[in-house]
């Protein structure tokens, strides 16, 4: 199963490399062509569920998505068009890093506050329940490094970086649900109870996105 999905993945992104060939990196074509591939299989799932085998679904996956030469024509013209790359990746990489400013400050709020209520010699549990900002950093900051243009790799689609941010903060969260009930308690047994759904959800979660995601590093 996993085997089949990885090659539609796979054949779809060789179709949209073919029809945007020799058209040069941008982010703006990487975006466009993600957009497009989640679109293409969407399709070719809707057409399995009619009956068509793979080969057809993918052929009439294709065909339903038109005349792609007016956003092959765009693409060329954005592409030589230097002051709107620079535009569209600044634009881009203010919202990454907004993310890691804001993530990497709640993390360090969520690292000092139970330091200090260590140190006030507050109740165990209150001093891990304090790292729950640093929870919340972990998912913020995890966004953001993932929008990122970079030098060396494209910012992931947004929607597939919320995806990953999820799965970060459930198995942040997890971990956090096992300290707080397991101090609260202290009992093992507890703590492995109240981690193991939001553990196996960000785990299950993180290797599905990782197996079928697209290559993000640009041609040096």
Known sequence: MENREKAKHNRVHR??????????????????????????KEKIADYKIRGLDEDQAFKEAAASMGDLTGLVEDMRK???DETKQTVYSSWTNRIGATGIVIGSL????????????????????????????A????T???????????????????????????AVGLVLFGIFA????????NEAFIAVAASMSFLLGGVGLFLALFFTGNDRRKKQ
Do not use: C, H, W
């Not at 001093?127 to 729950?132: D, E, K, L, R, T």
């Not at 929870?135 to 972990?138: I, R």
């Not at 060396?152 to 919320?162: G, S």
């Open 15 to 40: 179709y949209l490399d073919d029809v945007f060939a020799n058209m040069g990196e941008s982010q703006q074509l990487y975006d466009l062509k993600e957009e497009l591939a989640t679109n293409m």
């Open 78 to 80: 954005a592409g030589q």
């Open 106 to 133: 709640l993390i360090l709020f969520g690292l000092l506050t139970p330091l200090m209520l260590y140190f006030m010699n507050a109740p165990a549990v209150s001093v891990v329940g304090a790292s729950i900002f």
């Open 135 to 138: 929870v919340a950093g972990g």
């Open 140 to 166: 913020v900051l995890t966004y953001g490094a993932l929008t990122m243009d970079t030098k060396k790799k494209f910012a992931m689609n947004r929607i597939r970086a919320l995806l990953y941010t999820a």
């Open 178 to 185: 096992a300290g707080t009930s397991g101090f609260a308690t």
